[in-house]
């Protein structure tokens, strides 16, 4: 089957391009890219005049709760919600039930996703056994099963020779050790940002050094052991300062934030907000600012969304028992688009850190629409104006902080393999 997009302006920073052209799809993959081309006999048609046409989005960091949590999400129901968002591939993080500390749970995962989901999903597997964070799971079986990086996301590897080891060995076997950095101690009974919000609520508060200590000793051990580390949703001013100087050593280190670092404050949580409630939590206005700065700098080298579905009767409770995560596959884009308008990043910019340096980071083999690859294409209208609610979003979950407001951008085509698989709102 053949299909061609037609007269959109199309952004590949793999390739800098960056002009109104077309593009033919012939078996699932790119087939061409030109000014004025013919539709082959046959072929369907996508009008993308008016609209971006990019690399398929994405995302490094999801949670599809799939095995063990189905009723907050599914691969079905996460890939629907992921294409929604114009996203193409996804990477799971491992703390399923079971986890991914093994083979058998990693094939579950590829092989449902092949059978049934609607984009690309690449399992992330354990740094640890369990992750109990006291010894190392089997890496290489975990690569060979089709994980493309190795983290006890959701928890820190407190033992810092045995994230040592982790490095070293992921390194030899050539697969990125992926860090939430969080020193537990800091963080005690905290439940939001440590600040002049949480003491006006009366909530115990986190303090950005519990972050920040944390991915100190990851630099480090990643300088320390010239292995390459990457660094999970960074919320902190003094997060981006770490990186970007540890960066200017030449540290083998690379991180992401998700847009609700970019775009909230603690301020959210007001109200006693439990879809405000994350890990690390929102922080201040100055935070804010530092995150976009690190993103326009190249300190920050993704946008992620770490969509962390959960039911509303673990949101609807008391803000101290409410589960940490928000979901956001579907408001990834809009949200990132401001930092476009806002002139934090050119369009070329923005999807670099949302589809090309992703696929790059771990060997993904997506994030560019290079004839011969496989064809999967974004088509973003950058108009499209749609209100956040419940029935809006296609995963199984809703908590979400924007519901209620409205939205500029969204997916108006999302392709994968050549196929149609969403087409707008």
Same mark, same amino acid.
């Given at each position: 089957?053949?299909?061609?997009?037609?007269?959109g302006?199309?952004?590949?920073?793999?390739?800098?391009?960056?002009?109104?052209?077309?593009?033919?799809?012939?078996?699932?993959?790119?087939?061409?890219i030109?000014?004025?081309?013919?539709?082959p006999s046959?072929?369907?048609?996508?009008?993308?005049a008016?609209?971006?046409?990019? +690399?398929g989005?994405?995302?490094?960091?999801?949670?599809?709760?799939?095995?063990?949590?189905?009723?907050?999400? &599914?691969?079905?129901?996460?890939?629907?919600?992921?294409?929604?968002?114009?996203?193409?591939?996804?990477?799971?993080?491992?703390?399923?039930?079971?986890?991914?500390?093994?083979?058998?749970?990693?094939?579950?995962?590829?092989?449902?996703?092949?059978?049934?989901?609607?984009?690309?999903?690449? +399992?992330?597997?354990?740094? #640890?056994?369990?992750m109990?964070?006291?010894?190392?799971?089997?890496?290489?079986?975990?690569?060979?099963?089709?994980?493309?990086?190795?983290?006890?996301?959701?928890?820190?590897?407190?033992?810092?020779?045995?994230?040592?080891?982790? $490095?070293?060995?992921?390194?030899?076997?050539?697969?990125?050790v992926?860090s939430?950095?969080?020193? =537990?101690?800091?963080?005690?009974?905290?439940?939001?940002?440590?600040?002049?919000t949480?003491?006006?609520?009366? =909530?115990?508060?986190? *303090?950005?050094?519990?972050?920040?200590?944390?991915?100190?000793?990851?630099?480090?051990?990643?300088?320390?052991?010239?292995a390459?580390i990457?660094?999970?949703?960074?919320?902190?001013?003094?997060?981006?300062?770490?990186?970007? &100087?540890?960066?200017?050593?030449?540290?083998?280190? #690379?991180?992401?934030?998700?847009?609700?670092?970019?775009?909230?404050?603690?301020?959210?949580?007001?109200?006693?907000?439990?879809n405000?409630?994350?890990?690390?939590?929102?922080?201040?206005?100055?935070?804010?600012?530092?995150?976009?700065?690190?993103?326009?700098?190249?300190?920050? &080298?993704?946008?992620?969304?770490?969509?962390?579905p959960?039911?509303?009767?673990e949101? &609807?409770?008391?803000?101290n028992e409410?589960?940490?995560?928000?979901?956001? $596959?579907?408001?990834?884009? *809009?949200?990132?688009?401001?930092?476009?308008?806002?002139?934090?990043?050119?369009?070329?910019?923005?999807?670099? @850190?949302?589809s090309?340096?992703?696929?790059?980071?771990?060997?993904?083999?997506?994030? #560019?629409?290079?004839?011969g690859?496989?064809?999967?294409? #974004?088509?973003i209208?950058?108009?499209?104006?749609?209100?956040?609610?419940?029935?809006a979003?296609?995963? @199984?979950?809703?908590?979400s902080?924007w519901?209620?407001e409205?939205?500029t951008?969204?997916?108006?085509?999302?392709?994968?393999?050549?196929?149609?698989?969403?087409?707008?709102?």
């Amino acid at each position: 089957m053949s299909l061609i997009i037609k007269g959109g302006r199309v952004v590949d920073p793999s390739q800098g391009v960056d002009d109104i052209l077309d593009i033919v799809v012939d078996n699932g993959k790119i087939k061409e890219i030109g000014k004025g081309l013919a539709a082959p006999s046959g072929s369907e048609i996508v009008d993308a005049a008016g609209k971006y046409v990019v +690399p398929g989005l994405v995302d490094i960091h999801v949670h599809f709760r799939d095995p063990g949590q189905e009723y907050k999400e &599914d691969i079905v129901s996460g890939t629907t919600s992921a294409v929604a968002g114009g996203f193409t591939s996804v990477c799971c993080m491992p703390n399923t039930n079971p986890v991914i500390d093994n083979k058998s749970v990693a094939t579950y995962i590829t092989s449902k996703a092949k059978a049934e989901g609607l984009c690309n999903v690449f +399992p992330i597997g354990t740094i #640890t056994q369990g992750m109990h964070g006291e010894r190392m799971s089997e890496m290489g079986e975990l690569k060979e099963a089709g994980c493309v990086a190795v983290s006890d996301d959701g928890k820190p590897v407190k033992n810092p020779e045995l994230m040592r080891r982790a $490095l070293q060995y992921a390194a030899g076997i050539g697969i990125m050790v992926v860090s939430h950095s969080e020193e =537990l101690e800091l963080v005690g009974e905290g439940v939001m940002n440590e600040g002049f919000t949480s003491t006006e609520l009366g =909530l115990k508060g986190i *303090p950005r050094i519990a972050e920040e200590v944390a991915i100190a000793r990851e630099a480090l051990l990643s300088e320390y052991t010239n292995a390459p580390i990457h660094i999970c949703h960074v919320s902190s001013k003094g997060s981006v300062r770490i990186i970007r &100087d540890a960066k200017a050593r030449g540290v083998k280190i #690379t991180c992401e934030t998700a847009p609700h670092y970019f775009s909230l404050t603690d301020d959210a949580v007001r109200g006693y907000n439990t879809n405000a409630k994350m890990n690390p939590p929102l922080r201040e206005a100055e935070d804010v600012s530092a995150i976009k700065a690190g993103l326009k700098d190249g300190t920050i &080298d993704c946008i992620a969304t770490d969509h962390a579905p959960h039911h509303l009767d673990e949101k &609807d409770v008391e803000f101290n028992e409410a589960m940490n995560g928000i979901v956001g $596959l579907e408001t990834a884009l *809009p949200l990132s688009l401001k930092l476009v308008d806002e002139g934090i990043l050119t369009l070329p910019e923005m999807i670099d @850190k949302m589809s090309c340096r992703p696929s790059a980071l771990l060997g993904l083999e997506r994030g #560019t629409l290079k004839p011969g690859t496989a064809a999967d294409i #974004t088509v973003i209208d950058p108009e499209k104006r749609w209100t956040v609610t419940e029935e809006a979003l296609h995963s @199984k979950s809703k908590n979400s902080p924007w519901l209620g407001e409205l939205m500029t951008g969204a997916a108006a085509c999302t392709i994968v393999a050549g196929k149609v698989v969403f087409s707008g709102r």
